[in-house]
């Protein structure tokens, strides 16, 4: 009950920012938040799966979230950036990125906290 609790609050934070869930097939444009010191990207994913039965016990259809990702990138300047993104899976919650990026040049970038590897031989998908 209380993974459902943080999971259906996950998607309505989503819901409310992201606005409603598009169609698999449609683009839709990633909200940009713009202030006079930063510019906010929040963006975020839901991996759902629909269960049917024939059981007589059990609910005909259900729909359930696998996982929810909520994300939201920030950058201050061309300099001064971060990210910050929450997964919420069943019962665990958990902060996959964390981090203050310093981007002094292309060939120099400096990640402050806990950051994936944005490029590398070993890339994540999901």
Same mark, same amino acid.
Request: no cysteine.
């Given at each position: 009950?209380?993974?459902?609790?943080?999971?259906?609050?996950?998607?309505?934070? *989503?819901?409310?920012? %992201?606005?409603?869930?598009?169609?698999? *097939?449609?683009?839709t444009?990633? !909200?940009?938040? &713009?202030?006079? #010191?930063a510019? +906010?990207?929040? *963006?975020?994913?839901v991996?759902?799966?629909?269960?049917?039965?024939?059981?007589?016990?059990?609910?005909?259809?259900?729909? @359930?979230?696998? &996982?929810?990702?909520?994300?939201? @990138?920030?950058?201050?300047?061309?300099?001064? %950036? %971060?990210?910050?993104?929450?997964?919420?899976?069943?019962?665990?919650?958990?902060?996959?990125?964390?981090?203050?990026?310093?981007?002094?040049? !292309? @060939?120099?970038r400096?990640?402050?906290?806990? #950051?994936? &590897?944005?490029?590398?031989? +070993? @890339?994540?998908? *999901?």
């Amino acid at each position: 009950a209380m993974h459902r609790t943080a999971v259906s609050r996950a998607v309505t934070i *989503s819901l409310v920012l %992201g606005g409603a869930l598009p169609a698999a *097939s449609q683009q839709t444009p990633t !909200p940009v938040l &713009r202030t006079g #010191a930063a510019e +906010i990207t929040i *963006s975020g994913r839901v991996h759902t799966q629909l269960n049917t039965t024939s059981v007589d016990t059990l609910p005909l259809q259900e729909m @359930a979230l696998r &996982r929810v990702r909520l994300e939201a @990138a920030v950058k201050v300047n061309e300099v001064v %950036g %971060g990210k910050v993104q929450l997964e919420f899976i069943g019962g665990r919650n958990a902060v996959r990125d964390a981090y203050l990026s310093l981007d002094f040049d !292309p @060939a120099l970038r400096v990640l402050a906290g806990q #950051a994936h &590897r944005p490029f590398g031989v +070993i @890339a994540q998908t *999901s």
